[in-house]
C-alpha cells in the first residue's frame, strides 16, 4: 500500500533556529509531492508543491523543500523560523497512476518565543 | 481564503442520527474532494468527484455516501452516526480531475461531534 511518512511528530524549537522536517513516501514512479500547514484553528494551506524540474522548491514565507527521488524524499526546511510558524505541518503525495492524495501523519512544530 | 466553503462550521448530534455535510468548491473547480481528520487517524482521504461522477475512493465508510450536483457542490452525508465519526471533515477542490499537476484548496472544515 502507498505510504506518506513524516518521523517527527513534535518538533519545539526557538525561534530563529532552523527547521528540518522528515517526508518520505514509499510509491516509486512519478509523483506530486505537497507540503500543507495548517495553523491552530484552520484549514490546510499549501506551503509549496513539487511537479516536475528543479527539484530544490521555494514556497511561502521562506519554506522550501528538496525532492530526493532516490531517496523517495521530500523534506521540508526554513533556516529560521519565527513563532507564527507554530502549526502542523503535512506532507502529501499523489502517484499519477492512483489518482489519490496520501497525506502523512502531521508533524506538530512549536517555535518558542 | 481558500474560495473552498462549508457549512455548517460546527455540528453536533447523537449516535445512530444522520447528517448532512456541505461544500461548496472554488469558482472553476471541478473537483471535489472529502477527507476526515481525526486524532488517532490523521487526516484520511474518503472520496473524490470530478464533474458530478465519482473518481477516486478512499477509507469511506458504507455508512458514508457522497455526491455532487449540477451546480459543483457537493455533500457528505454520514448516516448511523457512532462516537468514532467524531472528527473535522474538510472539503478540497481543485480544476483537474486526475493526479498529473493537481493541486487542492482546502475549506474551513465542519467540526462533527457524536454524543
Known amino acids: 500500500a502507498q505510504s506518506v511518512s513524516q518521523h517527527n511528530h513534535h518538533v519545539i524549537l526557538s525561534e530563529a533556529a532552523s527547521l528540518e522536517l522528515g517526508c518520505n513516501y514509499s510509491y516509486g514512479g512519478t509523483v506530486n509531492l505537497f507540503w500543507y500547514v495548517q495553523y491552530p484553528g484552520q484549514h490546510l494551506q499549501l506551503l509549496l508543491k513539487?511537479?516536475?524540474?528543479?527539484?530544490l522548491v521555494k514556497g511561502i514565507k521562506g519554506f522550501e523543500a528538496e525532492f530526493i527521488k532516490s531517496k523517495f524524499s521530500f523534506n521540508l526546511r526554513k533556516p529560521s523560523v519565527q513563532w507564527s510558524d507554530t502549526a502542523e505541518y503535512f506532507c502529501a503525495v499523489i502517484p499519477y497512476n492512483f489518482n489519490k492524495f496520501y497525506f502523512g501523519s502531521g508533524t506538530k512544530l512549536n517555535v518558542k518565543p | 481564503d481558500s474560495g473552498v466553503t462549508q457549512t455548517p462550521k460546527h455540528l453536533i448530534t447523537a449516535t445512530g442520527q444522520r447528517v448532512t455535510l456541505r461544500c461548496s468548491p472554488r469558482s472553476g473547480d471541478l473537483s471535489v474532494y472529502w477527507y476526515q481528520q481525526s486524532l488517532d487517524q490523521g487526516l484520511q482521504f474518503l472520496i473524490q468527484?470530478?464533474?458530478?461522477?465519482?473518481?477516486a475512493k478512499g477509507n469511506i465508510l458504507e455508512r458514508f455516501s457522497a455526491q455532487q450536483f449540477p451546480d459543483l457542490h457537493s455533500e457528505l452525508n454520514l448516516s448511523s452516526l457512532e462516537l468514532g465519526d467524531s472528527a473535522l471533515y474538510f472539503c478540497?477542490?481543485?480544476?483537474?480531475?486526475?493526479?498529473?499537476?493537481?493541486?487542492?484548496?482546502f475549506g474551513p472544515g465542519t467540526r462533527l461531534t457524536v454524543l
Open positions: 468527484y470530478y464533474n458530478g461522477e465519482e473518481r
Open positions: 478540497a477542490s481543485s480544476v483537474l480531475g486526475g493526479a498529473a499537476y493537481n493541486e487542492q484548496f
Open positions: 513539487y511537479f516536475s524540474g528543479d527539484p
